[in-house]
């Protein structure tokens, strides 16, 4: 195991989250979109919209309201389940107030924001 891994792994391991771990996940945790409507169009369920540990692909339109979606999905993960947001930024295109506005917890306990590059 590469140092950046263990080093990751023990970062991971004190936030003591519900929701981010390292190692395989024990159980299925699911939260809302933040819209009944779109739960229902992504899972057949009025309030699972979105599983942890899993990908899932949002695409669109510039401005269609990609990043707002998952930021709402964020904001209700932090409060439905107390989960802990990172957040890759790869168009640099989020701001702090624009989080702020989300409603979104950005304190260090809940949420981290990285600008990546992308190739």
């Known amino acids: 195991m590469s140092k950046f891994s263990k080093a990751l792994g023990k970062k991971v391991q004190a936030l003591g989250s519900k929701t981010i771990h390292s190692?395989?996940?024990?159980?299925?945790?699911?939260?809302?979109?933040?819209?009944?409507?779109?739960?229902?169009?992504?899972?057949?369920?009025p309030k699972k919209g979105f599983c942890f540990s899993k990908s899932c692909i949002i695409g669109g339109e510039s401005?269609?309201?990609?990043?707002?979606?998952?930021?709402?999905?964020?904001?209700?993960?932090?409060?439905?389940?107390g989960a802990f947001v990172l957040?890759?930024?790869?168009?640099?295109?989020?701001?702090?107030?624009?989080?702020?506005?989300?409603?979104?917890d950005l304190s260090d306990d809940n949420f981290y924001r990285a600008e990546i590059a992308t190739i």
Not at 23 to 45: K, M, Q, V
Not at 93 to 98: F, I, R
């Open 23 to 45: 190692g395989f996940a024990e159980r299925i945790l699911w939260t809302s979109s933040g819209s009944y409507a779109l739960n229902l169009l992504l899972t057949g369920n």
């Open 63 to 81: 401005g269609s309201g990609k990043s707002l979606v998952l930021a709402t999905a964020a904001r209700t993960a932090q409060k439905e389940v």
């Open 87 to 104: 957040w890759l930024d790869a168009e640099k295109a989020s701001e702090k107030g624009w989080f702020e506005r989300t409603g979104m």
